[in-house]
Each structure stands twice: as C-alpha cells, then as structure tokens.
C-alpha cells in the first residue's frame, strides 16, 4: 500500500477495526518514511453479478441503474435518499444470497416492484409504468385498481 503523502511503499498497521456496517475492515497506517497516518478500507470482494437483458445480452449489475430508476419514480414523494439506498442495498444482497451470478433482468425490476410497493404506492405505479411499458390507459388502471384492491399491510 504506498503512502498518499509521498508515494513510500512500506507502512504498518497501527489499528484494526470493522467498520460501522460490519463489512469492511478500517485500518489505521503509519507511512514507515514520513510518518504520517491515514486510514484504508478493506473490502470482500465479491465475483460480479451479470443481468441477462431480455434480448440475451448480458451486462455487469449497475447499482447506479437502480438507483437512478428508482429515484426517478420517487421524485417529490416522501422517500428519503436512504431508503431508497436500502431497497438497493437489500435487491444487490438478495440476489448475492441466491448464489447465482447471473440474474435475469426481469428479476431485477420485480424485486423493484416489490420493494417500491411497500415503500410508496405512487412511486411504484410510477416505476410499474415505465418497466411494464403500459400500451394504454387501461393496462395503467388496470395496476392501479389491483394496488386499490390489494389487501394493506397492518403496521405494527
């Protein structure tokens, strides 16, 4: 690891530690020539999940993609950058669980779905519109009425 002071490769590690989310490791160097501190992370590194497009194609997991997508339909609505930062952390995590590195991307834009409906119902008929591409206005209220007709969560 060079220093980011003077570019000197040795250093020692004067204090290890797990980050605050549980997975990474922060650690406290000392550049051995110039004797500064600075702190570098370590991380698991994961094998990349690839989304299969539905033309076949396959293309790396784009986090930003998902965030992008679902900030867009939650624009002027009452959810938070970090919660939308959670539904994508939990859809990134889901399909690393599974195991499989290959997701099809229809998989991807259900779990949206899924997660979205729970957060924020205008939102997700927003999110739905776009991913279903609705061919008219009774595919659109066709969502709507089953949203309307889906039984409600009781918070507890």
């Keep these: ?37 600075f702190t570098t992370y ?10 299969i497009k539905r033309d076949g194609r396959e293309e790396p997991f784009d986090r930003q993609k998902l965030l992008i997508g679902i900030m867009t339909a939650a624009h002027k609505r009452p959810v938070t950058r970090q919660e939308i930062e959670k539904i994508v952390d939990g859809i990134e995590e889901h399909f690393f669980d599974l195991g499989n590195l290959t997701v099809p991307s229809r998989s991807v834009g259900e779990e949206i ?6 957060l924020d119902e205008v939102a997700y008929v927003r999110f739905a519109s776009v991913y279903r591409d609705f061919k008219d206005k009774e595919e659109f209220l066709k969502e709507v009425k089953d949203l309307k007709d889906a039984p409600k969560k009781n918070p507890e």
């Excluded at 220093?3 to 997975?23: E, H, L, Y």
């Excluded at 370590?42 to 989304?51: A, F, G, I, Q």
């Excluded at 779905?113 to 729970?118: A, I, P, S, T, Y």
């Design 42 to 51: 370590e991380y698991v590194e994961k094998s990349p999940l690839l989304v």
């Design 1 to 37: 690891m060079k220093c980011p002071f003077c570019g000197f490769q040795d250093n020692k590690v004067t204090d290890t530690r797990p980050s605050k989310d549980g997975k990474s490791v922060r650690r406290r160097r000392e550049c051995l020539d110039c004797s500064r501190r």
């Design 113 to 118: 779905m899924k997660r979205l409906k729970e």
